[in-house]
């Protein structure tokens, strides 16, 4: 069974720092690339950033791009987002994804930036 299990949301000032997780399982971890999503209280989902399997391709979305970084851990079958900068307008749920297969979802991890 598919499980896609996302930590690290918090509460944050903006201007801070959080890093989150994604533990992947019931799939071979390394045979694919992996997004990140997320969803702002009210609006539609957002694709953030995604990873090859390599772990040296990344991609990211115009609005994160400079403060997010994307990368994984393919031994301990782990994708992870650092967050740096962080601005009023990251606030959502995110949720990590296996690229290409959207039908796998976890629970998704919420961020808060607030002063």
């Known amino acids: 069974e598919v499980q896609l299990v996302e930590s690290g949301g918090d509460l944050v000032q903006p201007g801070g720092s959080l890093r989150l997780s994604c533990a992947a399982s019931g799939f071979t971890f390394t045979k694919y690339a992996m997004t990140w999503v997320r969803q702002a209280p009210g609006k539609g989902l957002e694709w953030v950033s995604d990873?090859?399997?390599?772990?040296?391709?990344?991609n990211y979305a115009d609005s994160v791009k400079g403060r997010f970084t994307i990368s994984r851990d393919n031994a301990k079958n782990t994708l992870y987002l650092q967050m740096n900068s962080l601005k009023l307008e990251d606030t959502a749920v995110y949720s990590c994804l296996i690229y290409g297969v959207y039908d796998y979802w976890g629970q998704g991890t919420r961020v808060t930036v607030s002063s």
């Open positions: 990873i090859h399997t390599d772990g040296d391709t990344t």
